[in-house]
Each structure stands twice: as structure tokens, then as C-alpha cells.
């Protein structure tokens, strides 16, 4: 063991400090002869019968099976389980400390949800030993150790390891503060506890006493050096504090849909993960980027800093990039005098989650460049019969909301005048939505996709009835979609006519 190795360099040192008068080579000789200077006798090693050695390693695909599943996937289930269950629909108030607790859990899933996957995961790791496929996570254990012997055989392991890595990270400090013999007497007991961990047959006294020793040794003669299991647990939540706020800063972070601006792609109660990352990570604290891929491409679902207001975030959909042209009529977009390809799916219905109100509209399906997306029209917003044109300046690109004539965006901005969104503003773009709840739970939302093919729908639970209603009707708009080529406005400054 190294620590041992460590301890017996570091007395041999003290000798030759201590051993003032030289000597000939002669006396050296003699002194060997004489056994002035004698070496501890090597201790005779006796390996365990074949029939009790450690099986091989298991392997590596069960082990990261292992890890993952019970200290990534279940401790994430458990805490979106917990989230959900402490948040009951609107109108419905438990009264008292529970309804508290669900009042701030339905304002701040995101912290709960953090919090609760690390304490199910600590919880997890307490019980690691005991859980399935635990086996190909540790090391084997002898063939012969008694069950009631595994935990306690763990525990041995975890000390010699623990003792090797004290001794071998401050052995200047081990060598000054202990005497020869107080590390004489560690080594001995260490000693004594891995040959009680072989010895044949297994002697379970001798083992639990060899242990005590050891364990008590340990916790004195190295208790300083020792991380308690408060500063260990301590030490655990900070590094998952840090990784968090690594990853919210620079890769992907969670927002809350407070408004139905964009409905029917994203409804109110959504949360969603924005993936940061995509136009260059962002260094903390300013408007700079390490690297950037800007301009967003039209389509893109993009988060934001409010131009007016920066404090405020808004999504919105990329509709027009610099030098393009932008105009709309009735809410369709057009750009660069080319009217973006619509195909009617139907009617559709929604109610206004701030005052309850009913809302009726027609969806379309939208094409633009690659994307196909949904867009609303609603009857009782209707805004203007023609907008623009405006024109994108370097530097930023103007959104508009899918929920058309119901969205405060890029044409209505800065008293009417219309705005972009300065590339600086940009945080990222949509990913998918992981929880949505608004009056209840709606299943069919969690996981769906903010991009790709419409309806966004995620792997659980069954569309809403009013955009099942329109299922057939988009399909067939998606199947029917016009080729790439027409679904791509002119280069900015061409218009057509």
C-alpha cells in the first residue's frame, strides 16, 4: 500500500537525519552483520484459494447502466413526480402550510425540482449497496464473505482507500505531527485489517475486531486530516450547484410561457428548455459571446431580452434577418414582396389565461425556409389589415408571435413604430417543453418539441380536443407541403412582384 511505503521512506529519513557520526564501509558491513540497523521482516502474504478470488471486473456498458439509472434517471423521475404532485390545479388551495408549499412550488418548479434530484439522489446513494445491479458497480466481494459481512467489508475497503490517499496527499504533515510510534502503530493496524480481508478460511471476529481497531486508529491518529460526512455532503451539493449554474449559464437553461402569444406552438403554463449554446455561448454578465453564429435562421423559436425592457424575457418566432424587407398583411408575413406559403387546417379555440375570456381563430401551417410551424389567427384580436414595411438593420432580426393577431412583437415595439431584437439580446433557442401545467397537468405537452413537425405532441397523454380536432387537416398540409425551393423568400433588397 502506499501509505505504507509512505510512512516507512519517511522514519528512514529520520534516521539518516539523526545518524550524525559517518562511518566506513567496514562498519556498515558490520553493523548489517550485527543487525544494528535491521529491516522489518517482509510479511508473508497469504493469497486467497482461487475458489474465493474476486470474480473479474463486470462490465463496463452494466456499470454505466448502473450509474445512470439510479443516480441520473430515478432521482429525475422522482423529483418531476414531486413537482407535479405539489402542484394541484388553479382554483384549488389546501389552506396552511401546504398550500404554501404548493403556492411556491407552482412559481419555482425549476429550484424544487433541483433541490428534490439531489436529495432523492443522496438518498439513493446512501443505499447504493443494496440496490439492483449494484454488483457491477463495485468491486466483487469474496465468494465465502457471510451477507452480514458485505456492508461491513465495504466499510474496510473504503478505509484502507481512504487512509492510502490521507497519507499519500500529506505526508510532510503525517511525518510532523505524529511520532514514529504513533505511525507505527497505524501501519500495524492497517496492516492488521487487510489480513484479516484475506485470510483463509474468513474469520468474521477477527475481521470485525481487526476492523474496529483500525477504524478507531484511523479516526485519531488521522481525524484531522479526515472529511466529516457533513462536509462531504456539503462539498457534494455545492459541485451539483456549480455544474447547474455552469450549465444555465453557458448550455441550456428554463423558462416559464406566462402568455399565449405564442399558441398554438408553446400554451400558457409550458416550461420549456432553452438551449443557449446554439448561436455561441454567452460569457456571464455581459452582451458578448466566446464565439458567435448569428444571425438566427428564420423559423427559429428564440428567447430574448425585451428591447424596450431588457429585464423582461419574450419568445418569439425569427421571421426576418438583416437587409430583409418586412411586411404583413392581416398578419401574414411578407418578405421582400414574397408572402410566406400558409395552408388553412381549421378552426381552433383557446381561453385567455389572464381574464378566462374564449377565444376563436383559424390555424394555419407555415412554411418558411426548412420549418413548418403553427400559426394563429384569432377573430376577436384582429389587428391591422396591412403593417410595414420595415426594414431589418445589421445587427438583429424581427419576431413575431404564431398566436398573429394576439402578439406583442417586432411590429407593434417602440410606440408603434416596429423593432428588432439586437443580437445581444438573444439567450438561445427553444428546445422542448419539460412540464406544463396551467389549470392541470397536460401530459401531452411534456417532451414535445418546440421545432420540428407539428402539432408539437410528447409521448404522454393524448392531444387537447381542439387541436385533435385539427390533427388530419395539418397532416395533410404536411404532406402536401410545397418543395424547399418555394419556401424560401428572395435575397434582401429583390422584390417581387
Known amino acids: 500500500m502506499n501509505g505504507k511505503k509512505d510512512l516507512e521512506t519517511a522514519e528512514t529519513d529520520e534516521a539518516k537525519a539523526s545518524d550524525e557520526t559517518p562511518r566506513d564501509a567496514g562498519d556498515e558491513s558490520d553493523d548489517r552483520k550485527g543487525d544494528r ?42 423529483a418531476c413526480i414531486l413537482v407535479w404532485a405539489l402542484t394541484p390545479p388553479s382554483g384549488i388551495d389546501h389552506g396552511g402550510a401546504l398550500g404554501w408549499i404548493e403556492g411556491w ?8 425540482g433541483i433541490v428534490s434530484f439531489t436529495l432523492f ?11 439492483p445491479l449494484a454488483y457491477h458497480a463495485h468491486p466483487p466481494l469474496r465468494s465465502d464473505l ?3 459481512m458485505r456492508g461491513p467489508f465495504e466499510r474496510a475497503r473504503s478505509l484502507l482507500e481512504e487512509a492510502e490517499t490521507i497519507l499519500e496527499k500529506n505526508q510532510a504533515s503525517v511525518v510532523r ?7 507505527d502503530k497505524l501501519r500495524a493496524d492497517l496492516d492488521a485489517l487487510e489480513e484479516a480481508m484475506e485470510r483463509e478460511p474468513f474469520d468474521e471476529e477477527a475481521f470485525v475486531d481487526a476492523l474496529v481497531k483500525a477504524d478507531g486508529e484511523v479516526d485519531v491518529r488521522l481525524g484531522r486530516w479526515r472529511k466529516s460526512e457533513v462536509r462531504e455532503y456539503a462539498e457534494s451539493i455545492l459541485v451539483a450547484i456549480a455544474v447547474a449554474m455552469a450549465l444555465r449559464a453557458f448550455v441550456v437553461e428554463a423558462f416559464k410561457i406566462p402568455s399565449g402569444s405564442m399558441i398554438p406552438t408553446l400554451q400558457v403554463g409550458d416550461h420549456i428548455f432553452v438551449n443557449k449554446f446554439t ?9 458578448n459571446r466566446i464565439w458567435s453564429r448569428m444571425p438566427p435562421e428564420r423559423g427559429d423559436v428564440i428567447v ?6 431588457p429585464d423582461q424575457d419574450f419568445i418569439k418566432r425569427v421571421i426576418a434577418i438583416p437587409g430583409d424587407k418586412l411586411e404583413a398583411r392581416g398578419g401574414h408575413p411578407i418578405i421582400n414582396g414574397w408572402e410566406v406559403p400558409s395552408c388553412y387546417a381549421g378552426a381552433y379555440s383557446y381561453v385567455e389565461a389572464q381574464d378566462g375570456s374564449r377565444h376563436e381563430g383559424e390555424v394555419f401551417v407555415e412554411f418558411l425556409e426548412d420549418e413548418a410551424f403553427l400559426t394563429l389567427y384569432d377573430r376577436q384580436t384582429a389587428q391591422f389589415d396591412y403593417q410595414g414595411p420595415y426594414y431589418v438593420k445589421p445587427g438583429e432580426v424581427w419576431v413575431m408571435g404564431d398566436n398573429r393577431n394576439n402578439s406583442h412583437d417586432s411590429r407593434v415595439w417602440f410606440g408603434g413604430q416596429g423593432g428588432g431584437v439586437p443580437y445581444a ?17 397536460d401530459w401531452s405537452r411534456i417532451f414535445a418539441p418546440v421545432m420540428g413537425r407539428p402539432p408539437g405532441k410528447g409521448p404522454f397523454g393524448a392531444l387537447p380536443a381542439t387541436m385533435k380536432a385539427v390533427e388530419p387537416a395539418i397532416d395533410k398540409c404536411l404532406r402536401e407541403r410545397p418543395p424547399l425551393e418555394r419556401t424560401r423568400p428572395p435575397p434582401g433588397g429583390q422584390v417581387v412582384r
Do not use: C
Not at 447502466?65 to 430515478?74: E, S
Not at 412550488?105 to 424544487?112: G, L, T
Open 279 to 287: 448561436y455561441g455561448p454567452a460569457i456571464p454578465w455581459t452582451h
Open 177 to 183: 505531527d505524529l511520532s514514529a510510534k504513533e505511525r
Open 146 to 148: 457471510p451477507s452480514g
Open 425 to 441: 439580446n438573444i439567450k438561445g433557442r427553444a428546445l422542448f417543453v419539460w412540464l406544463s401545467v396551467a389549470d392541470t397537468m
Open 304 to 309: 430574448f431580452a425585451y428591447p424596450e425592457h
Open 105 to 112: 412550488v407552482r412559481e419555482q418548479p425549476v429550484p424544487v
Open 121 to 131: 439522489e443522496m438518498a439513493l446513494w446512501a443505499a447504493r449497496h443494496h440496490l
Open 37 to 78: 540497523v535491521s529491516a522489518a521482516p517482509a510479511r508473508e502474504v497469504k493469497l486467497i484459494p482461487t475458489a474465493h478470488k474476486p470474480q473479474p471486473a463486470p462490465k463496463k456498458l452494466l456499470r454505466t447502466l448502473y450509474w445512470a439509472l439510479w443516480f441520473v434517471l430515478v432521482p429525475f423521475a422522482l
